[in-house]
């Protein structure tokens, strides 16, 4: 089992940046397919940006393509999601979320491959 704990989450302008971080512990990270999904109030969770278990795969969101980057830092069983050109559109909870036991290159973008999720971090994007 693993545990995941976000953070970066806060208030910026429209145009500023944030980075989130997801902090993993428990098992081995590199076991684990990594993803970002958000949920703005009364909206259903939507898939945000993914990365494989071996790092070496990478997808995101059409809305947020170009501005979004998700990463993983195996040393440091964390991943990241550096997030430019904010909008207020972007305004949402974003949560992390790990699977396990997938093949090394596998990105998973529906919410229900997951296996394990944080509790998640605001950000709110002001226009």
């Known amino acids: 089992q693993v545990q995941l704990v976000e953070s970066g989450g806060g208030l910026v302008q429209a145009g500023g940046s944030l980075r989130l971080s997801c902090a993993a512990s428990?098992?081995?990270?590199?076991?684990?397919?990594m993803g970002w999904f958000r949920q703005a109030p009364g909206q259903e969770r939507e898939f945000v940006a993914a990365?494989?278990?071996?790092?070496?795969?990478?997808y995101s969101a059409d809305s947020v393509k170009g501005r979004f980057t998700i990463s993983g830092d195996n040393a440091k069983n964390t991943v990241y999601l550096q997030m430019n050109s904010l909008k207020p559109e972007d305004t949402a909870i974003y949560y992390c979320?790990?699977?396990?036991?997938?093949?090394?290159?596998?990105?998973?973008?529906?919410?229900?491959?997951?296996?394990?999720w944080g509790q998640g971090t605001q950000v709110t994007v002001s226009s």
């Open positions: 990365i494989s278990r071996n790092g070496g795969s990478t």
């Open positions: 428990g098992r081995t990270f590199s076991t684990y397919a």
């Open positions: 979320a790990a699977a396990q036991s997938r093949p090394p290159g596998v990105v998973l973008i529906t919410s229900s491959a997951y296996d394990y």
